[in-house]
């Protein structure tokens, strides 16, 4: 049975990636920072304990990291794939912005990247496995005060193609880049409140609608599957067309 890992697994994205996962057969290490998230998650799923390993992870500490693989490892004995998608946001304006708040973002979102490929990629070379970044259509384009945000995610945009170059040909690399994605009822019960999607938030996509975690979790799916071995170092931008329409005021 193949074991993947998904980083930030306890919401949004992340959750509904690990039910998906979980669904088409792979056992699951979940590495989660926010406790809270973490608990909602295994109450939520302990009808599958058997599959699932609930991990307290930050992964902008590398000791974390360090001890979260050897955990993982330990109980599964081998990681085929690595699902690089914990992420935090922090938006203000550039003169509020400090520079911990900026280190905090880019910690998290790019060098925790780094450290989970760092100390999986013995494990992932021995499985022929792979890893999927999780970056954001913000690496191509912006709104306003998301600096560090914007930053991170141009950066894993670069250290994809550079993981793939070096890992290969035993470990393959890829990115995918949401749009926009509701996640607004996916998170821990203190934060979650369903947006209210207006008819012109989904027309504006030329798709027609809004995206959904499950659009994102079937490419993660479709990228990690071994008869996709020919794809690595790409970006798969997952937004409904947005980055491709023109817009005129």
Not at 202 to 208: F, K, T
Not at 210 to 218: H, L, N, S, T
């Amino acid at each position: 049975m193949r074991t993947a890992i998904v980083t930030g697994g306890g919401q949004g994205i992340g959750r509904v990636t690990t039910q998906y996962l979980l669904t088409h057969g792979y056992r699951v290490a979940i590495w989660e920072a926010d406790s809270d998230a973490l608990a909602e998650l295994r109450e939520a799923f302990k009808a599958s304990t058997a599959q699932i390993l609930f991990v307290s992870c930050d992964v902008a500490s590398e000791l974390n990291v360090r001890k979260a693989t050897e955990q993982t490892i330990s109980h599964f004995g081998q990681v085929d794939a690595l699902i690089n998608n914990a992420a935090i946001q922090i938006e203000k304006p550039l003169d509020k912005l400090t520079l911990d708040e900026w280190n905090r973002v880019i910690g998290t979102n790019l060098t925790g990247s780094f450290l989970c490929a760092k100390h999986t990629a013995p494990y992932l070379a021995a499985q022929k496995g792979c890893i999927v970044n999780i970056g954001s259509t913000r690496a191509f384009q912006s709104e306003p005060d998301t600096f560090a945000y914007t930053a991170s995610k141009g950066g894993i945009l670069a250290l994809t193609h550079a993981l793939a170059v070096s890992l290969g040909p035993d470990v393959r690399v890829n990115c995918i880049s949401p749009g926009w994605i509701d996640v607004s009822a996916l998170k821990k019960k203190a934060k979650a409140k369903p947006d209210e999607l207006r008819p012109e938030d989904h027309a504006q996509h030329p798709a027609g609608r809004v995206g959904q975690a499950d659009d994102i979790a079937r490419m993660i799916l479709f990228l990690i599957s071994p008869e996709n071995s020919f794809i690595t170092g790409q970006n798969f931008v997952v937004d409904g067309g947005m980055t491709r329409k023109m817009i005129y005021v």
